[in-house]
């Protein structure tokens, strides 16, 4: 067998873990709860303890395991410390150094989001690239960004955080960021529904989302296929500030290819469609060609991502 | 004397060259004309020449030469040949290689912008911090992306192209690149005065403006800090826009420093009060400190960034 690796997923529900060949193979993949009392303080030991479990399970060779990457909800430093995780109960933990004294491996820690991107650089849409900008639309907006292979973290770990980008000039209400008109307003789960409600709200134009009680982005974007005005009128809001935005971000870093990803990408090709048809309008020409795709690991990007963390 | 480099900055009129410690001290600098004759054949000759005649004229040891970095403006790829340059003559061009054997030193060529951005993070307005995104306001806007120390240039040579970031959503006029809205179009010399004759024109207000013939964008700053109200409102219009072009980059990259330099940028302290009065109200929370500052090399940026590119 081959040198192997660890790729973790930190999540305040469940830890997701998978045992990848450094070539990029998922062999196996499991979960375990998240321990998030007494402030998280059982997390790394109960993750230690999988990894060990699963080498003495399968009986792995020690040697050949190069080490262990793990993505956590909370932005990381250089030097491997989480300054703080509010849905783990963590402060700051320096979770390269304990999760190395525990398991022996060489540890390399990340931010979820940057590490997801990486995972869907590696083995995902963003297969054969050096560098992709990927978007996870779901409650919110995320973001990561990957050049020449490496996560750009920022100088204050804000790097990526493309859902803040201050896009919509008319918006009134306020971010969960505390400004107005960001791209997260419009183009989340929760903005789309929320554009879309304000839309049948100013007048009494024909729906067939009136029909539907407490409807979500999911039947915005089904309605939208099925030709309903105010669900088109909604998706193409969105399409145009994630196509203005994608746009700003290839004048700044001009990646090989934008990977969109969350629970509202589901939407699929009609989605990436809209995005594109106003991307490649509001882009610098050199870029209008690079394309926009949807992500393919799922759920499984930040184990694939954490992976590929350890892997030189 | 310790190691030394040379760095070169080809513009379409004159060369401009310096010899520098590794350390970053520029011992001499000193132009040559850019021989523009059979598109440009002659240029690498000059260059070449020009640098082993300083090296006769000062005695100078060869091996305590690492090299010699050169900026270029045009597009450079990876391997060091550049996409052509218009202002030049050149067609594809592979200076890297050219230079090296007219010389016998290792050459790293890179866009001129770019290179501009790294010899201010090196010796200028960025010196000290690891990554900085520099903006240049001269006829046109252009811009230079440096993180971790390296230049990003993108997939299409397009990173850094902040000028043409499409952020005026009621612009009416086309842009040199095709497009409707750039910031170019309002924060560039050009378009500084371009804004200042519409709001001249839009009514009848006094202002000062309406008495200088052919005014400049210098004159627009000088009647703002009189306060001239539709001088005020121009500048308040670029600052506004640069802001959020600054905002949305800060989302992306989350550079240590902004740098701002080129022509415009002579207007001091009085521009940079009002791009970061904006700056603070559009870019997220983490990144609201994040320092705007001037540029401090000049037109040596160039000289400093291309003898950076062959230091390691």
């Known amino acids: 067998m081959g040198k192997l690796c660890f790729g973790v997923d930190l999540g305040g529900t469940t830890v997701k873990m998978g045992l990848f060949t450094v070539e990029g193979s998922l062999l196996e993949d499991w979960e375990i709860p998240t321990r998030k009392e007494e402030k998280g303080a059982y997390v ?16 792995l060779n020690r040697e050949d395991i190069v080490g262990v990457g793990i993505g956590v909800p909370g932005p990381v430093t ?36 940057n590490v997801a991107a990486l995972g869907e650089l590696w083995q995902g849409g963003g297969k054969g690239n050096s560098s992709l900008v990927m978007v996870t639309l779901g409650t919110g907006v995320g973001g990561g960004i990957v050049l020449g292979g490496k996560i750009i973290t920022g100088a204050n770990g804000a790097a990526g955080e493309i859902g803040h980008m201050s896009v919509v000039y008319d918006e009134t209400e306020t971010c969960n960021c505390g400004k107005k008109g960001c791209l997260e307003q419009v183009a ?36 939208a296929k099925k030709g309903d005005a105010i669900a088109v009128k909604t998706v193409e809001r969105l399409g145009e500030y994630l196509g203005i935005a994608l746009g700003h971000i290839a004048c700044v870093v001009d990646p090989d290819v934008f990977i969109i990803g969350g629970g509202v990408s589901k939407a699929g ?4 469609d809209t995005i594109t048809k106003y991307y490649v309008e509001k882009t610098y020409p050199q870029c209008k060609k690079t394309p926009i795709k949807l992500a393919t690991l799922g759920n499984s990007a930040g184990i694939y991502g954490a992976a590929k963390l350890v892997i030189e």
């Open 44 to 59: 790394i030991d109960d993750i230690a303890e999988s990894i060990l479990n699963k080498i003495t399970e399968n009986a």
């Open 188 to 223: 989340s789960a929760t903005g789309i529904v929320k554009e879309a409600k304000r839309f049948l709200a100013s007048g009494n134009e024909d729906s067939s989302l009136r029909s539907i009680e407490n409807f979500s982005a999911k039947d915005v974007f089904d309605e």
């Open 78 to 113: 250089p030097t491997g410390i989480v300054k703080g995780c509010v849905n783990i109960g963590w402060g700051d933990t320096a979770v390269e150094e304990l999760l190395k004294d525990k398991t022996g491996f060489p540890v390399k820690a990340g931010n979820d989001a």
């Open 269 to 272: 090709g009609f989605l990436i």
